[in-house]
């Protein structure tokens, strides 16, 4: 997405901002947040097709993407966001892993998978947005040590609760800036 941008979730702002409406006021784990597109209908459709039909040539399409949008974060290593436990068993692939992968190679730093789910993947459908926000919350923890900076790459940046509560165990595990990057990023606020 093209600035002016909010310096901290990167929500589209009429100016440069250091926070904005969609997230001032909010705890958030990660130093910045940073995507490539904005999630309309037709980045949503290749995103599904990415997830249901694990398309491999559109995970280096959309680092290609990302990495000429996205500036470089500086950054010792890359870590993503885990999948559901419920979904391997369902889908061979995964988007966020598979990003990260190919934007390790771009941008020359290695990934390291840090993160993993913890706990039971209770299903998130019919559930109030306090309850989403709780299962969230105690479902990542840090597997290895990450380096004191390091990147965190999802598919999408919805509301910014996922990256924040991963960040958080990031955070926890001794990592003391996280720089968030996604392919695409919902606007919630115009
Ligand atoms: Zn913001």
């Known amino acids: 997405m093209e600035p002016p941008l909010c310096d901290r979730c990167g929500a589209p702002t009429a100016w440069p901002v250091v926070r904005c409406r969609e997230?001032?006021?909010?705890?958030?784990?990660?130093?910045?947040?940073?995507?490539?597109?904005e999630y309309d209908a037709s980045v949503r459709r290749l995103v599904a097709a990415w997830k249901e039909r694990g398309l491999r040539r559109l995970a280096a399409t959309a680092a290609d993407i990302v990495a000429d949008v996205v500036e470089r974060p500086r950054v010792a290593a890359i870590a993503f966001v885990p999948r559901d436990r419920d979904r391997t068993l369902k889908r061979g692939h995964h988007p966020a892993e598979a990003l990260a992968?190919?934007?390790?190679?771009?941008?020359?730093?290695?990934?390291?998978?840090?993160?993993?789910?913890?706990?039971t993947a209770p299903r998130q459908r019919g559930l109030t947005r306090e309850e989403r926000r709780r299962n969230l919350r105690s479902s990542?923890?840090?597997a290895t040590a990450p380096p004191g900076q390091v990147a965190l790459v999802?598919?999408?940046?919805?509301t910014?609760?996922?990256v924040h509560y991963a960040a958080s165990a990031l955070r926890k595990a001794?990592?003391?800036?996280?720089?968030?990057?996604t392919f695409a990023r919902t606007i919630r606020i115009r």
């Open 23 to 37: 997230c001032a006021g909010r705890r958030l784990a990660f130093a910045s947040a940073r995507a490539a597109l």
């Open 101 to 119: 992968h190919e934007l390790a190679r771009r941008w020359e730093v290695p990934v390291q998978p840090v993160l993993r789910r913890v706990g």
């Open 140 to 142: 990542f923890a840090a």
């Open 154 to 158: 999802d598919d999408v940046y919805t």
């Open 160 to 162: 910014g609760a996922t």
């Open 174 to 181: 001794g990592a003391r800036h996280v720089e968030v990057v």
